[in-house]
């Protein structure tokens, strides 16, 4: 049996389907910050807005939610025998926090000019990394939290950066000491370890899979390399104090595409 195939029929294990609407079934939250996961036909095809949703020949698929997504979607499906179905569906608006971080090195909030290239530079290679298609599913593996500790930042919040507004905090930030191991929250694929990047410092992606992707943020050390095969709860860095911080702690981020996804819509209660 391929990985493909068992991962396939996997997914009415370790995704328990929540809901359904006609031939289509899913699991997970229409909200900003969502991530669905969900079952279709063998063959059927997927639009979300008009986009080309792939869909494995065993028929999962996955699609989400940016934080600041429209209050309605549009999810049309193909099926194999020619049907067509297009359904609305709603998409809960969240409000979110403002978060204040002060005592920041100026340069962190407002980099010199001649930093600027370093980082459009940086920006690009991550934005590359998203774009590549790793067809198999390993976010069927279900998600887990990569660290533990005190919950120092949330999804969503609008920041600002001594005094000044900033971009909103697109990922969850886990407070822990320097050297605390950071596992993997679900198989993957690595795609990006670097070391050193203006704002994130060391920094890991793991993708998931059909574009689903983790990123770990001001890392300490990666024991992880580009190209690595890991399994959920696998040590994969540490966290660490590195780039734009206050402190140490692990920054988890994730999305899906283009749109930044909330972690902790994924996961249990952290113990």
């Known amino acids: 049996m391929t990985i493909r195939i068992w991962m396939g029929c ?42 080309p949703v792939p869909v494995t020949p065993e028929g999962v698929f996955v699609f989400g939610f940016h934080r600041d997504a429209p209050p309605q979607v549009q999810l049309r499906a193909i099926f194999p025998d020619g049907r067509q179905e297009a359904r609305p569906f709603a998409i809960a608006q969240r409000e979110y926090q403002i978060q204040r971080l002060d005592g920041l090195p100026p340069s962190k909030v407002t980099p010199p000019p001649a930093v600027l290239e370093r980082i459009r530079r940086e920006n690009a290679r991550v934005d590359a990394v998203r774009q590549q298609e790793i067809p198999t599913p390993y976010f069927l593996s279900g998600f887990a939290w990569p660290a533990t500790g005190r919950i120092s930042g949330v999804y969503g919040s609008q920041r600002i950066l001594n005094g000044q507004p900033r971009q909103p905090h697109y990922g969850v930030d886990i407070a822990a000491p320097v050297g605390t191991p950071v596992r993997a929250p679900a198989d993957g694929i690595v795609t990006l370890a670097e070391p050193d990047l203006y704002y994130s410092g060391a920094t890991l992606i793991i993708d998931h899979g059909y574009r689903v992707s983790s990123s770990f943020l001001h890392l300490n050390q990666i024991s992880a390399h580009v190209g690595q095969k890991v399994r959920k709860g696998e040590v994969v860095a540490t966290v660490g104090k590195s780039g734009r911080v206050t402190g140490p702690h692990l920054d988890w981020r994730m999305n899906w595409r283009e749109a930044r996804i909330d972690p902790t819509l994924l996961v249990p209660p952290m113990r």
């Open 10 to 51: 996997m997914a009415l294990i370790l995704w328990p389907l929540w809901a359904s609407a006609g031939n289509l079934n899913w699991r997970g939250e229409w909200t900003q910050g969502g991530l669905i996961v969900g079952q279709a036909p063998p063959g059927t095809r997927l639009e979300l807005d008009g986009q």
